[in-house]
């Protein structure tokens, strides 16, 4: 069972954003820009790029950039199991910001007057 149709989902964000850009076309340059100047890096290559977007897009939860980085990871050759221990990764790294700001609420408490 599908959750929702990716596909018509990703053309449809295509088609809001062009419309935003006609509205703010500075910005979506500026966008295009930062975008264009991550993918040139020179160290990894285009699937590891994809692979790491993907990991921080289910960590910043974002639907369009999930959509249009798993085809854009499968384009450059990621296979299912590569795109799902790279999510294992987004996985222990929000367990592990769980974590951290459980030791921030413990300090917080720590730090309040005695009663």
């Not at 062009?18 to 699937?47: C, M, Q, T, W, Y």
Request: aromatic share 4%; hydrophobic share 45%.
């Amino acid at each position: 069972m599908e959750m929702q149709n990716w596909n018509t989902y990703r053309d449809a964000l295509m088609e809001r954003i062009g419309d935003f850009g006609s509205l703010n076309p500075e910005v979506i340059k500026g966008f295009a820009a930062l975008d264009g100047a991550a993918a040139k890096g020179r160290h990894l290559d285009p699937k590891v790029h994809e692979l790491i977007a993907l990991a921080v897009a289910v960590t910043t939860r974002c639907d369009g950039c999930i959509s249009v980085h798993t085809q854009k990871a499968v384009e450059h050759g990621a296979t299912r199991e590569e795109i799902a221990e790279a999510l294992g990764v987004a996985i222990a790294l929000n367990a592990g910001a769980a974590l951290v700001y459980s030791a921030r609420v413990l300090d917080t408490h720590a730090q309040l007057p005695k009663l």
